[in-house]
């Protein structure tokens, strides 16, 4: 790396370009080139904006509203991992002043692919840090970097139907996407031809960026696998600035990785091609309940056991379900949101989960399930899934896959919902998924996606919120750091050998290599070796990311610093034996 430190040039380096070579990006990129403010700078003096001015307090009340984001070149949906530096003054402000953190110096708002091979070659040969956003809502900040040039690709918005596509493993009909192109747009598209495509639960991620090549869940996983089971071929920029085809037939390796080896890790993908499924009725229904008067903690705790109880039920028979656990203060509350049954029929639906409201009704819990049959899947989605605020201030996140092994005996299931049942004590939250994306559901592919997705029957998500953010970075990552090691650590101990979700992840997880990828990681850390000499892609937590590390301006572990080469690598270790495909099924 070129820069002082061994790291990559830094504005204020002797070796950072020139005001003529950006102008000369500008010209060649027909003035795509931006230099933009965060947002929040409206709010503050030493950006020219003012705290009581009209766009500043638009600006507020619209801070967790996804679409106020979206369209915006910089933010992050993940402030934490910005550094904060930059936040409407009513919810952080620990300077009086906007600073540039983890945002971007320079944006390139791509039109074409030729803006993209631009971006990655001037990136390359000047040696400055290069960071691709699409959407911006990776829970791990991947989507900014201090002193960056980012490659922004929201605007990339091609849907093209192909009826008859065929290559040598899958003969039907196909949908072209551009990376751009967002879940709400893509299931609207799909729903006027009869079909379905995989997308994200929730609406407004984008498809072929990050959600693909990380995996990507979906709320038919339980029946159709994962979404990095369905792409069929990528188009993709190369670090050394080429426009290159990623399938079966060429480049196959690239096209191995891309499915589900992780984002901003292989290159800059463009677009996607994706198999598809004729459209299905769906049965979805909701519930919720809440400690209370006649609802005692121990109450609430035998009804949460009894629904974990039917996780098995549930993956066997293709549901997908999305759930939450909270407690304020000792005052707990279950809410499902939804319970998703795809292909399945209102007495079918029924049948699977009737058992636990007769459950509850023993436990004195009044609920009153809303069961809803709807035709097709866009009308269910659209009922069941809406859109979610995003900007949570200083909340902290990880995940773990436990695999149906903890249900093997009332035994295991018994020592797993204690430790879960620990861990909503403590105050934290419980957000979880009954989700069964098994190999052979998926179709049988060849794919980097986390064996762990495999195996599992839950997802889990649990997290919480740093106690005071203005203390200094190194209390706030002791704060951390016991999360990672205490309550996650017990959860890592549960599901032996199990892993995580990339894309909702641990920013600190231990030996993520096998965490997100399990025995596969080898492999990819090769693949990108062979594909990225030049180190130019790095993403946290992704594949060849143990070699770097973002020397943060105040310790905590976020983008706002020099991203620098490590002196000592945490290198990957199995946790487990490789996986062989299909042995869920056995």
Known sequence: LQGPGNCKIFPGDAKWPSPASWAALKLVTGGALLKPLPQASACYTNTGGSAIAAKCQAMTRSWTDPFAQLDDPLEMLSALYQGMTCQPPIIFNRTNTCLPGGYPTYVVKIANVAQIQLAVNF???????????????????????????????HHL?????????????????????????????????????????????CPTVGIAGGWIQ????????????????????????????????ANKKTNPELYWALR????????????????????????????????????????????????????????????????????????????????????????ETEVLIEPHFTKLKSLGIPVTPKYTTFPGFYAAY?????????????????????????????????TMFAALWATIQSGKAVIGYNISPTWARGGKQDTAVNPAWRTGIAYLITGFPHADLYA???????????????????????????????????RVQPNFQWAFWGSYYPRLLEIKKRYDPFNLFYATTGVGGEFFEVRSETGYPDENGRLCVKAKPEMYYAEGPEYVEGSEEA
């Open 123 to 153: 990136a390359r040969n000047t040696g400055i840090r290069l960071v691709i956003r699409n959407t911006g809502h990776d829970f791990s900040g991947k989507s900014g970097g201090a002193g960056a040039l980012s490659i922004w690709t």
């Open 157 to 201: 918005k091609e849907v093209a139907y192909l009826p008859t596509y065929k290559d040598s493993s899958y003969t039907g009909p196909a949908i072209k996407v551009g990376v751009g192109v967002q879940g709400f747009e893509l299931y609207a598209a799909m729903d006027k031809l009869g079909l379905i495509a995989l997308g994200g639960e």
């Open 214 to 245: 990380g995996g990507g869940h979906s709320p038919v996983s339980s029946i159709w696998g994962m979404g990095a089971d369905h792409a069929l071929g990528f188009e993709v920029v190369t670090a050394d600035g080429r426009f290159v085809t």
């Open 260 to 347: 589900g080896g992780g984002g901003g890790t292989f290159g800059v993908v463009t677009s996607v091609i994706m198999r598809t499924h004729k459209d299905i009725p769906v049965t979805a229904l909701s519930w919720n309940y809440g400690t209370g008067p006649n609802v005692t903690a121990a109450t609430f705790s035998a009804a949460f056991k009894d629904y974990l109880a039917t996780f098995p039920e549930g993956a066997k028979n293709g549901i997908y379900s999305y759930w939450n656990v909270f407690n304020f203060g000792g005052a707990m509350t279950f809410s499902m949101a939804p319970y998703f049954a795809a292909g399945k029929s209102l007495a």
């Open 382 to 414: 659209n009922a069941s899934f809406p859109v979610e605020a995003v900007n949570n201030k200083g909340i902290v996140t990880a995940s773990r896959m436990f695999p149906k092994t903890n249900w093997a005996s009332p035994q295991a299931f018994g």
């Open 472 to 506: 200094p970075g190194a209390e706030l990552l002791a704060e951390r750091e016991n999360f990672t090691q205490g309550t996650m650590e017990t959860w890592r101990k549960l599901t032996p050998g199990s892993g995580a979700y990339l894309n909702e992840g641990d």
